[in-house]
């Protein structure tokens, strides 16, 4: 079985602050990907990041990173100097080898303060 | 939007009558994928396709089948609308070197079902 969990249902941030979603998964399979999507208003879901668990090396786009434990099974996202766009419905999901089957955690509401 | 475009974006229907909903995508991309979007859920796969005629279950597939005829297009049939299948579907392809390792979605379709 796999399975994602975001124990955090709502977060908040000031503008230009830098603020981490928590995100913990379980998985039997050694081959696996994690991702982070962004689910504004406008419902449309928007890869954020992705990390092949084979590779130590955390992921980087921009603003975006990732800090993967994976002895701890822990992929949480750090947003660096957050902006009013950034606020929306973020989803932690894991796919094992069943390409394109993505299982999802809940989401984390993130809200931004001017 | 990784040229995908889904329809109707939003429908209303009564209990008992079948509904369609159509992904259409531009890019020939081989991997389809059907979720539904609950509050407290997430996603869920309901079906996916590896290429034409070629279709797999999901964790949430009762009550829906689904066709996929021609690259470009997925459909996915509730042959009897219930209460529970209102949701927010989303189409999704695959794309990557591999076919599927990174997901793009389609806007959504709002069902409703009274």
């Known amino acids: 079985a796999q399975t994602v969990t975001q124990s955090q249902p709502e977060m908040s941030v000031q503008e230009a602050e830098t603020v981490t979603l928590s995100c913990t998964y379980d998985?039997?399979?050694?081959?696996?990907?994690l991702f982070w999507y962004k689910q504004p208003p406008s419902r449309q879901m928007i890869l954020v990041i992705r990390q092949e668990a084979y590779k130590q090396q955390n992921a980087t786009e921009n603003r975006f990173s990732v800090n993967f434990q994976k002895a701890a099974k822990s992929f949480s996202l750090k947003i660096s100097d957050s902006q009013l766009g950034d606020a929306a419905m973020y989803f932690c999901?894991?796919?094992?080898?069943?390409?394109?089957?993505?299982?999802f955690g809940r989401g984390t509401q993130l809200t931004v303060w001017p | 939007d990784a040229g995908i475009t889904q329809s109707p974006r939003h429908k209303v229907t009564e209990t008992g009558t079948p509904v369609t909903l159509r992904c259409h995508q531009t890019?020939?991309?081989?991997?389809m994928y059907w979720y539904r979007q609950d509050p407290g859920h997430g996603l869920r796969l309901i079906h996916y396709s590896y290429g034409v005629k070629d279709t797999d279950k999901g964790e949430v597939s009762d009550g829906y089948s689904v066709s996929r005829s021609k690259t470009e297009d997925f459909l996915l049939t509730l042959e009897s609308a219930t209460s529970s299948q209102t949701s927010v579907y989303f189409c999704?392809?695959?794309?990557?070197?591999?076919?599927?390792?990174?997901?793009?979605f389609g806007s959504g379709t709002q069902l409703s079902v009274l």
């Open positions: 999704a392809i695959g794309a990557g070197d591999r076919g599927g390792e990174k997901l793009f």
């Open positions: 999901a894991l796919r094992g080898s069943t390409l394109g089957r993505l299982y």
């Open positions: 998985t039997s399979e050694s081959d696996y990907y």
């Open positions: 890019e020939n991309h081989r991997y």
